[in-house]
């Protein structure tokens, strides 16, 4: 099959890792790094709330004054994925075929789509999964 044919559900990552918007944000750092991941969904349930970045988190701790400071109030701190995340981010369904999803990419300035169905998170695609298809 021709890759510009193929669809989002044909190359997206289906075992995706999600945080709730509870969790610390030294646990997104620890997922991020342990899966070598950049972006992670953030969900209630099955319900797809926001996407943190490896990029959100660079931002959080270079502009927090509190955060690696030794007087730090680690009360005052940004600590939870909530503080950092995207809210409503972009999505896409899984029967979007790959040339729309590029153009997507391209459109919105992203590196990641949550892949959503019936406003359930199924999965996620990444500008790095369509490359690696295009080249193989």
């Known amino acids: 099959m ?28 620890s997922i991020m790094v342990k899966n070598d ?12 709330i926001g996407i943190v970045s490896d990029r959100d988190v660079r931002v959080a701790f270079a502009c927090d004054p509190f ?23 972009k999505t896409i369904s899984p029967d979007t075929n790959i040339s729309s999803c590029a153009r997507m990419f391209y459109e919105n300035n992203v590196g990641a789509l ?5 406003g359930n998170l199924i999965g996620i695609i990444s500008t790095h999964d369509l490359l690696k298809e295009l080249f193989n």
């Open 2 to 29: 021709n890759s510009s044919n193929k669809t989002v559900a044909e190359i997206m990552t289906t075992k995706v890792i999600a945080l709730k918007k509870d969790n610390d944000i030294d646990e997104a750092i």
């Open 37 to 48: 991941i950049s972006y992670i969904p953030v969900v209630e349930g099955d319900n797809l």
């Open 67 to 89: 955060i690696n400071s030794e007087e730090s109030d680690p009360l005052q701190a940004c600590t939870k994925v909530m503080q950092i995340m995207t809210r409503n981010p």
């Open 114 to 118: 949550p892949v959503v169905r019936d």
